[in-house]
């Protein structure tokens, strides 16, 4: 019985692995052929107005030349002032032998001085050629030639599953190396619309940020920037800048100082579900149109609210966030395609590309909006006021004053909301609200475009029997 126990054993042990299996990728190759071009990076921040205007006084309040600071009083608790130490921030790599390094913007945000770390432990101060906080890239020089550089791959051939591997400095451990696989691609993070970030499960921790991610080719395919967390510490969610992106913007920093991107001027809105029915389409995919704004590409295209893009440019929007990647890569002043969906028909529209504003100019175009009202609905509405036309810029709608139960208040509408459009048509006073509302279909999602706060949206709404 023993020796049959012991070869039930044995075969129970050679079927653990199946017929095929394929072996863990082995990264020491790649590690020691990448990480002489990786490098640590750190800064000294700029001195607030407070610390750089400390004024030294004698006993009686007087300022004292510089000579005499040791004899009297200390500023600010009795400490003498101290040189601050370089902190420890981030992760870089060297793209050529002459000295060029990316990293990311945040990492070298407000620096006075900035300190290379080579593998060979070298300290250069760096000089930020440029940096560029949408894309949350930088580009920095040292004075060194004849460097170790990484091999540039593409993002864009990158497969979600592919092996992917991070050297960086976590914590200022230099040189550490964790390894994963890509989770997904082409991912939307709040407040980033202009990165289709790579999102990976390789452990990313304070200080990787800027360094690079590599394939198993050896190949950097991503620039580390964030991590998902609700610790503080790495959760299983690192979110990678794709190369094809921070390259694109290096070569605009070098060659110009600085990033220009393309802009349609639109603001837009995930179609889901209901809104997908209230339109007529098959599915949710596209980017609904909720507001134009004034003289923007987008307006001279002709372009209109409610108008639901499924692809620009030759490729398929399929969710709302996938338009301003695609855009943003757009040269300013090409021309590009838009298929959309308007009133349930497939059309097509021409659009020249603009420039995209600063965060200044762009904050103004959108506090403007337009508006509607009516009652069939259950809600109490009223002509639009003229505080609320000046305050939004609004040149029509009706203004809801009350929502009782019932489908309006089902959909989400609120009291101060503004209705500017219902079931595709337009509304511009008390009438024609309560006009279009006695012709809306029973038991099908309709959509409805409000302004809410300055903000303009759909909701989709649905009437019952």
């Not at 600010?76 to 990311?104: C, M, R, V």
């Not at 593998?119 to 930088?138: N, T």
């Not at 108008?307 to 943003?328: C, K, M, T, Y």
Request: net charge negative.
């Amino acid at each position: 019985m023993k020796r049959i126990y012991s070869f039930i054993c044995i075969l129970s042990l050679l079927v653990v692995l199946p017929v095929g299996a394929v072996e863990l990728p082995d990264f020491k190759g790649l590690v020691k052929q990448a990480s002489p071009a990786v490098v640590n990076i750190s800064t000294i921040q700029k001195e607030s107005e407070g610390q750089q205007n400390r004024i030294f006084r004698g006993p009686n309040g007087e300022e004292l030349p510089d000579i005499f600071k040791h004899f009297f009083k200390f500023p600010e608790g009795g400490q003498p002032p101290q040189h601050k130490a370089p902190e420890s921030l981030g992760s870089g790599f060297i793209i050529s032998s002459d000295g060029y390094l990316l990293t990311n913007h945040h990492v070298v945000a407000d620096a006075e001085k900035v300190i290379v770390r080579l593998s060979d432990r070298r300290e250069l101060e760096a000089e930020v050629v440029g940096s560029d906080e949408r894309s949350d890239i930088a580009l920095l020089k040292i004075d060194a030639a004849d460097l170790p550089v990484v091999k540039l791959g593409s993002s864009a051939e990158l497969e979600v599953g592919e092996w992917v591997l991070a050297i960086g400095s976590p914590f200022g451990f230099d040189h550490s190396v964790t390894a994963g696989i890509v989770s997904a691609k082409q991912r939307a993070l709040a407040r980033e619309t202009y990165v289709p970030f790579i999102q990976t499960d390789v452990a990313i921790n304070p200080g990787n940020s800027g360094g690079p991610l590599f394939n198993l080719a050896g190949e950097v395919v991503g620039i580390n920037s964030q991590i998902y967390t609700r610790s503080g510490g790495f959760m299983g969610l690192s979110f990678a800048i794709p190369i094809d992106v921070a390259v694109e913007v290096a070569n605009q920093i070098k060659a110009k100082g600085f990033v220009t991107r393309g802009w349609l001027g639109v603001i837009i809105q995930e179609v889901n579900r209901d809104l997908a029915e209230s339109f007529g389409l098959e599915k949710p995919s596209g980017a609904l149109v909720a507001k134009v704004l004034p003289d923007s590409p987008a307006e001279k295209a002709g372009l209109q609210e409610g108008d639901i893009i499924q692809s620009f440019d030759g490729r398929e929007v399929v969710h709302s966030a996938d338009l301003p990647h695609f855009v943003g890569r757009i040269k300013p002043g090409m021309k590009a395609r838009m298929g959309i969906v308007r009133a349930g028909k497939q059309q097509s529209l021409q659009v020249a590309i603009g420039t995209l504003p600063d965060q200044q100019q762009l904050a103004q175009a959108t506090q403007q909006v337009p508006q509607t009202d009516q009652n069939r609905l259950n809600i109490d509405v009223a002509e639009l006021d003229q505080e609320r036309r000046a305050k939004w810029q609004v040149s029509e709608g009706v203004v809801v004053r009350q929502v009782m139960p019932g489908a309006a208040a089902q959909a989400g509408l609120m009291v101060g909301d503004v209705i500017t459009m219902l079931n595709g048509q337009s509304v511009a006073s008390v009438n024609e609200f309560n006009r279009v509302v006695a012709d809306l279909p029973e038991d099908r999602a309709v959509p409805l475009r409000i302004v809410r706060r300055g903000s303009p949206m759909f909701i989709p709404l649905k009437l019952g029997d």
